[in-house]
């Protein structure tokens, strides 16, 4: 028998440090080469490390949330090998960007295969995961699987149980995911003086227009939402004002104007705010802005997005759907300098031509690095967008 002592790998990009997501092993565990041991997270990208041999755990370095510099010690394995050996990883997969992770799964239930969003809405629903059957690779459980078990516990009858006081705290490391949103969003809100900008958007010809083609679309095809017309208007606005259209490189102290428009589309998913980034918006038909939106959307929800297609926006815009509310005042996706926030599409009165009638209205609320982006340019950019909304044909037209 001999030691093999396994460091944390240089993940790339500079990295000095991974944080401490979640170990799929404990010590005293047999695992097999190639077996994943460990989820790590990177400012990039969440990781999935391989043991690089096979063996028995003999330590752990980290706890969940716990930050091990590259090169400093990982994990050690008491091996068959005759020679005791110290080594960094072998190569590891590419980062996918897709798994970055979950409040403090315990390590007592390492054993249970099952993904951070699936293990919360266990835990949310009263369900022990050791109980599930998993039909995934390996016996892991898949939010399916979880949701046969939930749907299985509501049909079944059972007496209400008597109302009674709640004592107690939950106390949730901020690790994964997490950790970095408010990092980021820490980072924004101090460096970035924000100008917000709230304007009300007639959309009635634009609803009109979406019901319109969503009823000559073929059975099953899913219909358009406002978002795939918003990110077509932008376009054509973003030509008459560039200064949006454009990243901020502090290191240089340059504002890098862009020609092509890298629209990011802020996506809630269960492990928090994800942004992945449809590209050359500029160079897509509506259908297409469309079926992208879509897939990234999806993507980014399951965990399948890749660290690419998470990277490199030049604006960025978000929706709460129809939880969008009156309005709102997004912080801006640094290092970008405008952000279009679209806020819920509602029937209100209006005064039209001196009478009263019924129109779809609904808010636009951006926010603009106002060292860059002047409050006039600001406010005309965004009635620019106002007008091609409102009248959606100025959307297709070549000025």
Known sequence: MSRHVFKMPDLGEGTVAAEIVEWKVKVGDAVTEDQIIAEVMTDK??????????????????????????????IVFETANAAAATAAAPPVPAPTAAAPAAPAAALASARVMASPATRRKAHAAGVDLSTVSG???????????????INGKAGTTARPAARTAREGTEEIKII????????????AWRNIPHFAYVEEV?????????????????????????????VAALVRVLEQFPQCNAIHDAERNLIIRHRAVHVGIATQTPDG?????????????LAEIAAEIRRLSEAARSNKATREELMGSTITVTSLGKLGGIAS?????APEVAIIGVNKAVERPVVVNGAIAVHRIMNLSSSFD????????????????????EHPATIFLQD
Do not use: C, W
């Open 135 to 149: 039909s995934g690779p390996g016996g892991r459980i898949s939010a399916q699987d979880l949701e046969a078990v």
């Open 45 to 74: 990208a969440a990781v999935e490390i391989p043991a690089p041999v096979s063996g028995r755990v003999l330590s752990i370095t980290g706890q969940p949330g716990d930050m091990v510099p590259v090169g400093s010690e990982l």
């Open 273 to 285: 705010l994800k942004v992945p980034v449809l590209r050359h918006a500029e160079a897509r038909p």
């Open 370 to 389: 106002h060292r860059f982006v002047d409050g006039f340019d600001a406010a005309a950019m965004i009635q620019a967008l106002k007008e091609r909304l």
């Open 202 to 230: 007639d959309v009635t010809e634009l609803e009109a227009l979406r019901l319109y083609l969503n009823s000559r679309l073929s059975k099953g095809q899913p219909g358009f939402s406002y978002l795939p017309f918003l």
């Open 329 to 333: 005042t997004p912080v801006i996706n």
């Open 176 to 187: 994964g995911l997490r950790r970095l949103i408010a990092q980021r969003m820490s980072e």
